[in-house]
């Protein structure tokens, strides 16, 4: 079973890859209305939070800069933003590198127990898989964000 997670994590995350160098970087920074965010920040907060549950289940350090925190988290907006976001080639490249990541990832360590349970609102992770699952459910969210915008932004 943690095998296919595996699999599936990183063709999630092969298919994210293929539609985000897909879209021109023109259309990135456009705000569609009645959305609160722009392609560029759904791309940057997928990186985000999966740099930040990284730990948690690879035991390896951050692996990006310090400014992903004020631009992509949870609660951030584009037009708060006071600094130039990272560019399309750069969101591409970190996309990539967690790819590789995830093809680090063993079968035996989606089944450890979490040196202290993460709790997200009202949710609680015990376990690496809980939390990777979690993750691509995540990510698919924000794609079909990203989905969503594009529909609009071809209109």
Known sequence: MSEMMINTAKTARQV???????????????????????IRWNVGHMIY???KYSPL???SPSAIPDLYDTLFNSGTKPLDWTFAPPS???LVEMLTAQ??????????????KLSTPFALGPFQFNISGELLNFILFHEAFHLGTIASQLKVLSR
């Open 99 to 112: 790819l590789s990541r995830l093809s680090e990832l063993k079968p035996e360590m989606l089944g450890e």
């Open 57 to 59: 289940i690879f035991g």
């Open 16 to 38: 994210l890859l293929q539609q985000v160098q897909a879209i021109p970087e023109e259309l990135f920074d456009i705000q569609p209305a009645g959305f609160n965010n722009t």
């Open 49 to 51: 939070w999966m740099d």
């Open 88 to 90: 399309k080639e750069e």
